[in-house]
T-cell receptor, first 116, second 112 residues
Framework: GAVVSQHPSWVICKSGTSVKIECRSLDFQATTMFWYRQFPKQSLMLMATSNEGSKATYEQGVEKDKFLINHASLTLSTLTVTSAHPEDSSFYIC????????????FGPGTRLTVL | AQKVTQAQTEISVVEKEDVTLDCVYETRDTTYYLFWYKQPPSGELVFLIRRNSFDEQNEISGRYSWNFQKSTSSFNFTITASQVVDSAVYFCALMGDYKLSFGAGTTVTVRA
């Protein structure tokens, strides 16, 4: 149980284009999903917290207009990187919680974004 | 503010050796949760263990064991008789304010 998927697993795009990443909880309903960013050989940095049916809460320093998050259902959250630039190239990982806000987070396999 | 320190950046061992990963945390919360995750080269974070602040019982799961000591704010992880498949980055994390704060990670390389 507690399986989280992400799609795509990797994507290469041109500078200025937008990229959408999907995060799905496959065998449970997740009221809360999280989006993280990880640069090579670094730790995970929380970008935003996403609750179903409401606006995402962004961490300080994360541009909400650049990283659009939508949590339309209890099993799907999407992250759209708008007008991507090479500095947005990174590993994006989502996680989902089964139950309450102190529950364990289960992580997806990640999406590697390369912006040319 | 929450803070997790993993002082060891990299550890290299030969197969069958034991390896201990250190984790020290800081928090002002009286109730908090600690986690260990494994990140193999494929990139996916694999959940290993969760420990509540009020439960200081040590835990063993197969070759893995965890030592939680509130007095020293430490939550150390030991892999016994390491195997090549244990090669990965291991993250210690602290949940506070409903968010996870990760340590910098320790890269474990197990050589055959």
């Amino acid at each position: 149980g507690a399986v989280v998927s992400q799609h795509p697993s990797w994507v290469i795009c041109k500078s200025g284009t937008s990229v959408k990443i999907e995060c799905r909880s496959l065998d449970f309903q997740a009221t809360t999903m999280f989006w993280y960013r990880q640069f090579p050989k670094q730790s995970l940095m929380l970008m935003a917290t996403s609750n179903e049916g409401s606006k995402a809460t962004y961490e300080q320093g994360v541009e909400k207009d650049k990283f659009l998050i939508n949590h339309a259902s209890l099993t799907l959250s999407t992250l759209t990187v708008t007008s991507a630039h090479p500095e947005d190239s990174s590993f994006y990982i989502c996680s989902a919680q089964l139950a309450g806000p102190t529950d364990t987070q289960y992580f997806g396999p990640g999406t590697r974004l390369t912006v040319l | 503010a929450q803070k997790v320190t993993q002082a060891q950046t990299e550890i290299s061992v030969v197969e069958k050796e034991d390896v201990t990963l250190d984790c020290v945390y800081e928090t002002r919360d009286t109730t908090y949760y600690l986690f260990w995750y494994k990140q193999p080269p494929s990139g996916e974070l694999v959940f290993l263990i969760r420990r509540n602040s009020f439960d200081e019982q040590n835990e063993i799961s197969g070759r893995y064991s965890w030592n939680f000591q509130k007095s020293t704010s430490s939550f150390n992880f030991t892999i016994t008789a390491s195997q090549v498949v244990d090669s990965a980055v291991y993250f210690c994390a602290l949940m506070g304010d409903y968010k996870l704060s990760f340590g910098a990670g320790t890269t474990v390389t197990v050589r055959a």
